[in-house]
Each structure stands twice: as C-alpha cells, then as structure tokens.
C-alpha cells in the first residue's frame, strides 16, 4: 500500500514538473509570436514590408513601425532619425522617420491619436499637429536633439500630422 502511494505521488510530482516545464516553454515562445502577430496585423492593415523580427518599413525604408519591448525609460530613436512612441517613457511601438521637407500623416501607419513620448535624434524640426480641430492645433515642437518622456496631458494621444524642416 505504501509502494502505490509513494509511486502515485511520485507520478503527479513528475506530472506537475512536465506541465511547468511546457509552461515555461511556451510562456518564453509567446513574445516572438505576439512581435509576429503584430508585424503581420500593421502590415495587413497599413501596407508596408517586414525588414526585421519586429519591424515594418515603409517609402523604401525613409519610415518604420518597430515593435519593441522593455526598453521604458530609455530614448532610443537611431542617429539622424526622429521617432514617436505609444507610450510614455519611449515606450511601446515607435514610428521613425529619416525623411524631411514635408508632412505625413500618422494615420497611414497606424498612428494616429497614439503618440504619448518622443524622440527627436536628427537635425530636423518637426512641427506636430492635432488637425481634429479647426483651425489645426500645434501640439509640440521637436527640435533637433531633443526627447520627452511624455508630450503633456493637453497633447497626449491627438497627433495626426507631422511638418519637417530639413536641418
């Protein structure tokens, strides 16, 4: 009676540890899934070519939707690029731009009302509006060189247009 008990016990412990082991497994596996899931949605929804595990570029790569995690805190637009974040402290996606002497909307690549930080590492200035108001509101400025964490509680959320003047 003893042997069968200790062997049922020994039986659900090995059970529990396989279970937590394919758990683990495929906990470690769902953040290149989730990346994947949503390189595919952006470009199913707003056109543009994978170039990366988590990127899609646009206009012969002059702008890209990167997915990137982890990384809260830290400004982190490429050298002589400038870049909008989902989140607060450069966090989330990032939509970067290299090009200048124009303006852009950020509804073509998903981005509308969806910027709350950014990141300004070129020597361009770029003028954001809110153009869901008449007349267009001016949000921020970026100059060149510059970053915030956050765009302000008046700004947060509501940039549809973007103005460069090449620097």
Request: glycine residues 10%; neutral net charge; contains cysteine.
């Amino acid at each position: 009676m003893r042997t069968d008990r200790a062997l049922t016990v020994t039986c659900m412990a090995l059970g529990a540890l396989v279970a937590g082991t394919a758990l683990a497994g495929s906990a470690s596996a769902a953040p290149d899934t989730s990346a994947q899931n949503q390189v595919n949605d952006q470009i199913n929804r707003f056109g543009g070519v994978q170039t990366g595990p988590a990127e899609v570029s646009y206009g012969g790569g002059t702008a890209k939707v990167v997915f990137q995690t982890n990384v809260a805190g830290t400004p982190n637009c490429p050298s002589g690029w400038y870049c909008f974040y989902q989140e607060k402290n450069w966090d989330g996606r990032r939509l970067q731009f290299q090009d200048c002497g124009g303006s852009q909307s950020l509804e073509d690549y998903g981005f509308k009302n969806q910027a709350s930080s950014r990141h300004n590492n070129s020597r361009h200035k770029v003028t954001v509006y809110d153009r869901d108001t008449d007349p267009w509101t001016t949000l921020w400025v970026m100059t060149a060189r510059s970053s915030s964490s956050y765009v302000g509680a008046s700004a947060d959320n509501r940039a549809d247009l973007f103005y460069t003047e090449c620097g």
